[in-house]
């Protein structure tokens, strides 16, 4: 899983960079408002760590732009402020969750745990579900009431990005960059031929789930 940290406290942003990656994280870091939104609107994340007084672009900020965006990719404000007030506003703004400096490490990985369980449901770390329809790793294929079929690794893939953000609509960009990396030169119709491909094999387990298309943007699941 990908997590961004945005927190200008460069000592602790490394702090937390160092904990993530020993449970096994990938993270990338943002030491400033302004470049953590660029990161959150054009990255794939599976939780953002958001302070709230940054440089640049104070935290609220960017995360109003960010739920502005329909990106629905859970967010943990990470704040020195403990008034029940700036909670409140966190939460209403579209935060997932609130940490009061200092915290207790243990603390927030188990909070980063339950906001990526949220995402898609994940049953398993080998199985996602998404309206009765099940994603499973180990064997690589979808199912539904019964009936499986198996998946390329690209649908996979695929299938994975869009069960982990459910309604949230996936550019063509991001999907080539988490896909197939950022130096590709994938074209666009290579991904409507996956999304093709998936939209048949979910059609032929009966499953009640549908790829849509948001013209000239990208997909999203539902």
């Keep these: 899983m990908k997590i961004l940290v945005i927190e200008d406290e460069i000592q ?51 995360l109003r732009n960010i739920r502005s965006e329909k990106i629905s990719t859970p967010v943990l404000l990470l704040t020195a402020r403990s008034e029940i007030s700036d909670k409140i506003n966190g939460l209403d703004c579209g935060a997932d969750d609130y940490l009061t400096k200092p915290f207790v490490t243990g603390e927030l990985l188990a909070r980063v745990r339950a906001l990526t369980r949220r995402k898609g449901e994940i049953l398993d770390e080998n199985r996602l579900e998404f309206h009765g329809l099940f994603l499973h790793k180990n064997t690589c294929s979808i199912s539904c009431n019964g009936n499986d079929v198996k998946l390329s690794l690209k649908e996979y893939n695929v299938m994975e990005m869009l069960i982990a953000n459910p309604g949230q609509i996936l550019p063509k960009e991001r999907i080539i960059e988490k896909i197939w990396g950022s130096e590709s030169d994938v074209e666009y119709n290579n991904i409507e031929v996956y999304i093709s491909f998936l939209r048949k094999k979910i059609a032929s387990i009966s499953a009640d789930v549908q790829i849509k298309t948001a013209r000239g943007i990208g997909y999203f699941i539902e």
Excluded: H
């Design 12 to 62: 602790l942003a490394d702090a937390l960079c160092e904990l993530l990656k020993r449970n096994m994280y990938s993270v990338d870091v943002c030491y400033n408002g302004i470049d953590g939104l660029d990161n959150a609107l054009t990255g794939v994340y599976d939780c953002i760590l958001l302070d709230i007084m940054l440089p640049g672009m104070n935290g609220i900020d960017v």
